[in-house]
């Protein structure tokens, strides 16, 4: 896995670039110098967090025959207070509709966050990451 960073002005507005081509802009805060042209990198590791297990979920409750009409989660976070700032409390909330089974979510659910999240297992190091979900 290869990812390529270029700096896109003569501040800190920020173009990644992966393996395929896809483009995702980065920026930092006026307070910094930067612009707001594009999320921070540690709002880009929350999405990556809710992607990940976003992921999971979904193809799970695929595999349990569960029918998903329409899917959301919401990531919050809070940062420590001190350099380097790491998260320290997350708190996943997904929001499922269909006719579906709360034992399945659940389980979807628990699976992603103990066994196959990467994304969650690096950061169950600085944070503590909670979870809830309702069905709509």
Known sequence: MQIEIERVNNKVHLEAKNEQGIVVQMDGSP???????????????LMALGGCTSMDMLSMLKKM???????????NAERATEHPM????????YVLEGNLKKENVEK???LSMDKYCSVTHMLNSTAKITHSFEIV
Do not use: C, W
């Open 108 to 110: 979807a659910i628990n």
């Open 65 to 75: 025959r569960e029918e998903v009409k329409s899917y959301k989660v919401t990531v």
């Open 86 to 93: 790491v998260f320290t409390k997350i708190h996943i909330h």
């Open 31 to 45: 307070d910094i110098g930067g612009e707001d042209l594009g999320a921070r990198p540690m709002q880009l590791v």
